[in-house]
Every structure is written in C-alpha cells, then in structure tokens.
C-alpha cells in the first residue's frame, strides 16, 4: 500500500512534488482503509491544463519501477543508466534526479530511494518502521563515501559491494535477501497503464478471462456497464501476413503465444491468435430474440469498448491482488459513468477486500460533481511555472472559498474548477 512518493528533476518536474495518499482527516471512510495507525486513501485524481505535467507524476513512479526492477538491464559498468531531467534550466540539465517512495508490506513502513543520473547512482537508501521508529537498513552516498549496513536488520547487504551504476538493492536481491526480494515483488503489484494505449492490456485480458472465476468476474463488470453483451469468449483468428509481423513484434504478447504463431507459419498453416470476442442477443422483424451473433472485439465494438474490456482486467486484478494501480488518460474514449464505475470500484470495500489503490490522470471534470465520489484529499492539480516546471498540489491547500468557507468536498467543484480558482487550466489567448 502506497503511503507517499516524492521526486524531483524528472521531464517536466524542476523542484520537489510530493503525492500523499494519506488522509487528512485520518478517520475511517469509504474513500481509505487504515494500516497500523495510518489512514491511506484507496483513490486520488490529478487534473490540470495539457502539458501541465500531470502525466509525468505518473511516469516518475512508472519509471522508478522501471528502474528498481532492473528492466534496462543493466549489467556491465559502462551500461547507461536511463535518465530524464528537467531540461529548461542549466543547473538540472546535467544533475541527478530524485526518488523516494513510503509504503505498506507486511505492516512495516519502508522508505525506499536513491539519486542518480546516466551514469552513477550517487544515493541510495532503505528505511523500516515496524513500530513508529524508523530504522535504517542500508544507505550510500558517493558523495560523502558513505556505505553503510544495518548488521542486525539487514544481514543480506553485509559484504556487498556494486558498480556505481547499479542500485544496491539489485545486488541484495541477487544474494537472496528476503527483505529485498519482498520490496521488489512490492513494485512488480506496482503497475503503470498508459490510456491511450489500449491494446497491450487488452492482450492481458486474453489470459485473464482463462480463468472461470475472473471471467465471471469481468462479464458481471461488462453486464453492469450496459454494453449490450450478453457473453464473452477467447476465439482464435486467421490473420494477414502484416498482421502476423506486428503480433510477433509486439511486446507485450506472451512468448508462449508467439511461438505457437511461428510454428504454425513454419508448417505452411495459415496463421492464427486468440481474439476476444462478444455475443450479442438478435432480434427479427418483431423484435423477437431470435439467437445470438458474435463480434470481434477489436473489429466489431466501439472505441469505447474496447477500452473497458483493456481496462477491465487490469483493474478487477489490481482489486484481487491489491496492488497499486497509475492510469493516465483514464477517461479517453470512455463515457463519464464508465469512467465514474471504475473510480467506485475502489471505494467499495466489498470488492476492495485487499486495499488496491488506483492513481489516475483525467480532463473529466464531471468526475468532482459526483456526490461523494471524492473527498479533499483524493483531488490533486498541476500547473506550470513561467520557467516550464511543474508544481503539484491539493486541494486542501484551497482553504477557503470566495465566501470565506473552507472548501469541502460537497461544494460545486467542477464549476470552481472551470472559473479557474483552483489554476490548474489552460489560459486562452486572444485568437
């Protein structure tokens, strides 16, 4: 469970941001659940103008993740180490970035950073509380030669020395340390879902639906969203020689599902993939139901459907296994209900046994006129500085309104919002 992240000099972020997902009122809602004596929001919304940055808080904990687990694969001394600083300014271009993240496992607070840039990560550090004192695992600073390693609480680090262009908790992992193998398998549940981008995720529900309980699962959520389908299945496909290039070249398709393509090329059959597909009740002239037709998912149904399904298994797995959720662009292509029955999912504690968080981007306003959908705390800007930087901040720093109230949550914030007392939203110039 997500408690804070912090990070500074990455793409559009200049100077600290900071995202809590503590409550402010820390008091039990539908809108958090308590660990220990904290009480995490289960949701939290960023808006702002385009190329406010808004996206790019999501992208630091995206590539954070990116970069804990390694994915660059970096290996030999001379690898590069990715690294994407705030450009507009002399003194950031050529500095390290910056990145700390505080969560739940297992009830214990861990806070978990490091800085670094291309080519050396010059700190590094891990810290638990398991019972409201911090206490400090490991720390590196190159600039102070400092390594040092807690002998009683983190055995597994003892001895270990890494390349200045490799994080200190790779090595732990790799001497088979349990805490650090816990902290990794905490940000593998830590995912990233780009919105606009929907045809990756809806490759995962493919898999997902395989499983009789989760497709269940996703039908009831399908049937719920009134899109007029009456069943789901996973069909196979012929597919065009172009086709068959792309499918291979894609990523995030299993390997499994690859070699299956190519075998069958390389035996002169006619290629195939699994599909989704949807049925739909068909009615005669009477509108008598008369059967069923099946569509193609991604041939026959909208946009916008093809979007929940994407979206779908991705969401009801993050509300299974309770794991941190970052959507960016949540709203494009969907109607604001659907939007607006994926936000509830999270707050209803029924289905959100295992307290699954969901951080997301969106330009639907409609969303803060919702009664209850949010509170204060959940609803986050970002705006630009004259010098391109970033600054992200809450609602709750809107104290008081233009009647000298504070702001709550059952106020007309949408319509604050458009008439700009929030900033937040683009100026328009004269034409």
Not at 291 to 316: C, H, M, N, R, Y
Request: hydrophobic share 35%; with cysteine; net charge negative.
């Amino acid at each position: 469970m997500l408690l804070q992240f912090i990070v500074s000099n990455f793409r559009s972020i200049k100077d600290t941001v900071t995202l809590s997902m503590n409550t402010a009122s820390n008091k039990e809602s539908e809108h958090s659940f308590q660990v220990r004596g904290y009480h995490l929001l289960n949701s939290a919304v960023i808006y702002g103008a385009n190329a406010s940055g808004k996206s790019n808080v999501l992208r630091a904990m995206g590539f954070m993740c990116y970069l804990v687990l390694n994915k660059p694969k970096i290996t030999q001394s001379t690898d590069k180490l990715p690294h994407q600083p705030f450009r507009l300014n002399t003194e950031t271009e050529q500095a390290s970035s910056y990145f700390e993240i505080v969560f739940f496992l297992d009830n214990i607070k861990y806070r978990y950073g490091f800085e670094a840039d291309s080519t050396t990560v010059y700190a590094e550090w891990l810290f638990s509380d398991e019972s409201g004192k911090e206490a400090r695992l490991f720390e590196r600073d190159s600039e102070q030669n400092l390594h040092y390693v807690n002998k009683q609480k983190f055995k597994e680090g003892i001895g270990l020395k890494v390349p200045d262009n490799h994080l200190f908790i790779w090595k732990c992992d790799q001497n088979n340390g349990d805490i650090s193998k816990k902290i990794l398998q905490w940000f593998v549940r830590f995912n990233f879902i780009d919105g606009l981008e929907n045809e990756s995720y809806a490759n995962f529900s493919l898999t997902h639906i395989a499983n009789s309980g989760s497709k269940t699962e996703l039908l009831k959520l399908v049937k719920t969203a009134d899109l007029g389908i009456e069943e789901i299945a996973v069909g196979q496909k012929d597919v065009t020689h172009a086709a068959t290039q792309h499918f291979m070249n894609d990523p995030s398709i299993p390997k499994e599902a690859k070699q299956k393509m190519l075998h069958e090329v390389n035996n002169g059959a006619s290629a195939s993939i699994e599909s989704l597909q949807s049925r739909h009740k068909k009615f005669n002239a009477e509108n008598q139901e008369i059967g069923s037709v099946l569509f193609e998912l991604d041939e026959d149904e909208s946009q916008g459907t093809q979007k929940f399904f994407a979206l779908s298994a991705p969401i009801l797995d993050t509300l299974e296994k309770g794991k941190v959720l970052l959507i960016d662009e949540l709203d494009a292509s969907l109607h604001p209900m659907l939007t607006e029955c994926f936000i509830k999912l999270f707050n209803n504690k029924e289905l959100n046994k295992h307290n699954a968080q969901l951080i997301f981007v969106t330009h639907d306003i409609h969303l803060l006129s919702v009664p209850e959908l949010f509170e204060r705390d959940q609803i986050w800007f970002t705006e630009k500085n004259q010098y391109g930087s970033t600054h992200l901040y809450s609602l709750l720093e809107f104290r008081k309104n233009n009647k000298g109230k504070d702001v709550r949550a059952t106020d007309n914030l949408e319509k604050h919002y458009l008439q700009g007392r929030f900033g937040a939203v683009p100026y328009i110039g004269e034409w």
